[in-house]
């Protein structure tokens, strides 16, 4: 999988600019292009039970993707994304598994670790200097940290 030169000029781009609708949009396409080659990554299911699922993703023995799901009347799927060993995506979707409708859904966005957008469930920017986005920052960036060594144990 040609990941790494795929996104190589993205977060070039990002260093060099600040936030925008086209660097997130350029994450995005990056996302989609992970996505799209999962089923050629070394998938490792850390749990798969009636209650949810774990599984890590991994592509040159580097965690790429973490997806986890909690099964229930709400079905809670978060879906991970790194390069080089650092967070740049989060997805959040809840959905109502009666009427199979979405109830929510966020999108985090990171660089060097560092959230730099956040859509909500009305899907709408989360202005930066809230106390929520700051607070969802230091949660995600440590917890993405923590599932990201978790992965490496495998």
Not at 106 to 117: D, L, Q, R, V
């Amino acid at each position: 999988m040609k990941v790494k030169l795929l996104l190589f000029p993205v977060l070039l781009f990002i260093s060099l600019s600040g936030v925008s609708q086209n660097t997130l949009a350029l994450i995005d396409e990056v996302v989609a292009h992970f996505r799209s080659g999962l089923d050629t990554c070394r998938k490792v299911e850390k749990l798969n039970s009636e209650l949810g699922y774990r599984y890590f993703y991994y592509s040159n023995n580097e965690p790429l993707a973490i997806e986890v799901q909690e099964n229930g009347r709400i079905e809670k799927h978060v879906s991970w994304f790194f390069y080089k060993k650092k967070l740049i995506y989060t997805e959040t979707v809840w959905t109502d598994t009666v009427d199979g409708k979405k109830i929510h859904g966020e999108k985090t966005y990171h660089f060097e670790e560092a959230m730099i957008a956040w859509l909500d469930n009305e899907n709408t920017f989360v202005e930066a200097s809230t106390p929520e986005f700051m607070a969802l920052d230091k949660n995600l960036r440590a917890y993405g940290r923590k599932i990201y060594l978790e992965a490496l144990e495998e």
